[in-house]
């Protein structure tokens, strides 16, 4: 059995790996042609998904279902995602599998009308709590740095709101994300 480095309520522990915690973590490099808009394609090397589960880079950046791709399939086994966009020949597309998707906590809020200020606190969406720094945050696929990008509001163990070191605009996506296992 192997053993893998895991935040357990916000501390970082050795853990061992079992069969459901299995990673995938694959790339694939676009070929000629590129990958046109809403073309099916299948994970490389035979990477099956159910959904949250499921993380998919381009060029490093963290992409969105809904959003940048779609699943394919009813599952609870999927093999394949269609994306929203051109994929040009040469880019490099990373899958990545981990975790129990019946527990992973992924949600995205869009920026309303007038941003948000430098240091006001923002309340994770439905109602979700966690333990330091085991949320991860993206602005628009872009990972941000706890401490540095945003800080954790509250005292204690449990915390239900984050604040941003700098302004936030309209529009803009945030992604909180917790890779629970």
Do not use: C, W
Not at 22 to 48: F, H, R, S, W
Request: no cysteine; aromatic share 10%.
């Amino acid at each position: 059995m192997a053993k893998a480095l895991r935040l357990i309520n916000g501390v970082p522990r050795m853990a061992e790996v079992t069969g459901a915690d299995t990673i995938y973590d694959e790339t694939l490099v676009v070929g000629v042609g590129g990958i046109l808009v809403g073309a099916d394609v299948t994970l490389p090397l035979g990477g099956t998904y159910e959904s949250k589960d499921l993380e998919i880079y381009l060029g490093g950046q963290f992409l969105e279902p809904g959003l940048d791709y779609n699943y394919i399939g009813a599952g609870p086994t999927r093999t394949q995602v269609e994306f929203t966009e051109l994929l040009l020949e040469g880019e490099r597309v990373r899958f990545r599998i981990e975790g129990d998707p019946d527990i992973i906590y992924d949600e995205t809020v869009v920026v309303g009308a007038g941003g948000i200020t430098t240091g006001t606190p923002v309340n994770l969406p439905s109602g979700k709590s966690y333990f330091g720094y085991e949320l991860e945050v993206y602005l628009n696929g872009q990972f941000l740095e706890p401490g540095i990008d945003f800080e954790i509001e509250g005292t204690g163990d449990s915390h239900t709101q984050v604040s941003f070191t700098f302004d936030l605009n309209e529009n803009e996506r945030v992604r909180f994300r917790i890779d629970a296992f």
